[in-house]
């Protein structure tokens, strides 16, 4: 009798277990990718992997109009040649990166000459929030607006 009752037990663990995880690992709905149309894809391409940094991963289309960098587990960013001109963006329409040496990371746009800027859309300060994140904004290549932070998820 005590065998069954462990054994149900643990069953029952076992099978709570899997649900809470279960429950846990899949969200509703979750973000692929981002796209962005660009007038250059090699000068975007460029600017993505050595100003912000990011990795390519493998893109499916294989036509010489994509290009794709990996931005987190399960996320891309997918840039596409095909824009006419340059548009104007606002500013408070940005796709953010964290980075882990904020410092480093100023010193490498100082090294490229990006312009950045703060909230208050002042050159070259830095915005520290509530919280102690420091957050920048900056326009890649097409004028798409960057936030780059250094907060800790």
Known sequence: ?????????????????FAQINIKSKPKVVINHTAINVVNLQVSKNFYQQIIGLDT????????????FKTGIGT???????????????????????????????SQLKNNNVVWQNAQQE????TTRP??????????PDGYWIEVNDAKY
């Open 1 to 17: 009798m005590k065998y069954i009752v462990t054994t149900a037990l643990g069953f029952f663990i076992v099978l709570f277990s």
């Open 57 to 68: 991963i493998p893109e499916p289309f294989h036509d010489g109009k994509h290009v794709w």
């Open 76 to 106: 891309a960013l997918h840039i596409i040649e095909g824009a006419k001109e340059k548009k104007i963006y606002f500013w408070e329409n940005h796709t953010c990166f964290s980075v882990s040496s904020f410092d480093e990371f100023i």
């Open 123 to 126: 050159k070259y300060k830095i």
């Open 131 to 140: 919280d102690g994140v420091h957050q920048i904004w900056f326009q890649d």
